[in-house]
T-cell receptor, first 114, second 113 residues
């Protein structure tokens, strides 16, 4: 079951530069997408979400872009900070159907180099 | 800021034993979930719970698993007879509404020997 894919297992970025994390999905029924950040030995922490009726959502340094035709979303972090170093998970759900379960990608480990 | 809490943080058990993992969801949330993450794999949905009954469950959530809200604050996951392959991090989550953002607890690391 690979409905949500994160093809880059890791990414290294210099402090102050932009981090771009990518996510692809196969289920065209997904209508709600989320990014979670996870530190070791902690649970996923919600970062930002986007509904399928939008193509962009911004919250401070974090922006999520959604390209429905390509079934692709990305998370931009600008400027990147060393504290952003963590594993980032993309997740998706079919919210309009009342379904509650999230489908997660395998995660991308971001390292921000001071 | 309200948060989801889970106990214990770590649990070691023998194969065939029963374990109960506990969660306290965010107080005004109505929907509760369990997920698990086997080492090196992705986070997988197990079950969702609303109004004292299961609303959805995955193929992983077989007869060995059960969930309960024994009182107004706790939400538990029971594994009746643990198997080696049940070793994983188990995350509880809650959301205010159906389809709303889910907030996760810190997880319980279960090791079955």
């Amino acid at each position: 079951d690979q409905q949500v894919k994160q093809n880059s297992p890791s990414l290294s970025v210099q402090e102050g530069r932009i981090s771009i994390l990518n996510c692809d999905y196969t289920n065209s029924m997904f209508d709600y997408f989320l990014w979670y950040k996870k530190y070791p030995a902690e649970g996923p922490t919600f970062l930002i979400s986007i509904s399928s009726i939008k193509d962009k959502n911004e919250d401070g340094r974090f922006t999520v872009f959604l390209n429905k035709s390509a079934k692709h979303l990305s998370l931009h972090i600008v400027p990147s900070q060393p504290g952003d170093s963590a594993v980032y998970f993309c997740a998706a759900s079919v919210r309009d159907a009342g379904a509650n379960n999230l489908f997660f990608g395998t995660g991308t480990r971001l390292t921000v180099i001071p | 800021e309200p948060e989801v809490t889970q106990t214990p943080s770590h649990q070691v058990t023998q194969m065939g034993q029963e374990v109960i993992l506990r969660c306290v969801p965010i107080s005004n949330h109505l929907y509760f979930y369990w997920y698990r993450q086997i080492l090196g794999q992705k986070v997988e949905f197990l079950v969702s719970f609303y109004n004292n009954e299961i609303s959805e469950k995955s193929e992983i959530f077989d007869d060995q698993f059960s969930v309960e809200r024994p009182d107004g604050s706790n939400f538990t996951l029971k594994i009746r007879s643990t198997k080696l392959e049940d070793s994983a991090m188990y995350f509880c989550a809650s959301s205010e509404l159906a389809g709303a953002t889910q907030y996760f607890g810190p997880g319980t690391r279960l090791l079955v020997l």
